[in-house]
């Protein structure tokens, strides 16, 4: 594993269909039609069996006139182009999990691609409306929080999941249960070791039931990819966030940082998350990857040392003290993992350049 700030690390994480039908009628109309003049194209712009002749403007049979020099409203509408904006058009704002094409066109103003998402979620529905999450309890009913390593949480249906939640309410994860339906995040997972626990995201072991937050290889779905996940810890692994380390397999949380002299790190959402651990009260929140793209955030004990608060502009990461310059907005920038770690008027989003790290930006 290698952080974003300076210095090299290594880890090893164990889819309305509309149809019209039309009967047929016939109208026999004079052929001394009376000089009606009109000036638009709507239905009541002549009377009966005619149509408006827009373009000279009177009324004529409607027989052999082109819809559209009638009027747009009376021509037909391609049902491809109208269905491509229909659910928007309809509903205004979507939820979570509905087709989308652009942020606006979502309540959580985030239309999510396979570059979050991943295509295992957006495979068969194309880009969907979702939103950033540390645990499944952070999303709506009948959504889940999924991460594919791209740096973060974010709800989606549970059937894209591959997950089966309760209708409502279910347990954290790493809680004991039996079937799936018995966790908040719809999957009921048997570790290595110890009774069958509910599987699920997080940003803190404090997100978990039972056992802890631990950095470990998820295929399921698949790909396979390394995630905070509430999971107990393996035996034998039983250092703390804080204690010095040889390897992942000595810390409870699989996480061994360090050098030239290695910590187990906590798994964070924001820096303020890192002051409530012990051992961690200066310490900063940051983004590290696993080999070969999976990226995740970690505390780190100490600051960096840098000046540039949020909003400066930037080059690096070393010269921020969120130790995280944007590469889409050029700027010190603190990373986050859902709307609730940034101030009142920002939002948690993805960058948009390169790897999407999520970050406190601007509301839009």
Known sequence: ???????????????????????????????????FKCAGASASACPSGLVCDVASGRCVSDAGIDPVEAGEEDAPVDEDVKDAGKEADATGPLDIGAKCRVDSECKSRL?????????????????????????SVD???????????????????????SRQPPASGGKSGGSTCTVNGDCRSGFCEKPDAGSSRCFDTCCSASECGGGGCRLKTVSAPGPTHDVWVCALPEPGAVKQPGDQCLDNTECANDNCIGSPTRFCRPPCSNTASCKTVSGFASGHCLYGTSPPSDVFKFCFATTNGADSVAGTPCTDDSTCQSDYCDGDLKKCLNVCAKDSDCASNESCRPSATGTPFLRCVPKP
Do not use: E, H, Q, W
């Not at 999510?112 to 979702?130: D, K, R, V």
């Not at 009913?141 to 740096?151: K, L, R």
């Open 1 to 35: 594993m290698k952080a974003r700030r300076s210095g090299a690390f290594r880890l090893i994480a164990s889819a309305f269909a509309l149809a019209v039908a039309g009967g047929g009628c016939s109208l026999i109309v004079s052929g001394d039609v009376p000089d």
């Open 111 to 135: 239309c999510g691609t396979s570059t979050i998402l991943t295509t295992t979620i957006t495979s068969s529905t194309g880009p969907i409306c979702t939103t950033p999450c540390c645990t």
């Open 139 to 161: 999303c709506t009913a009948g959504n889940v929080c999924f991460n594919g390593g791209t740096g973060g949480g974010y709800c989606v249906p549970a059937t894209l999941a």
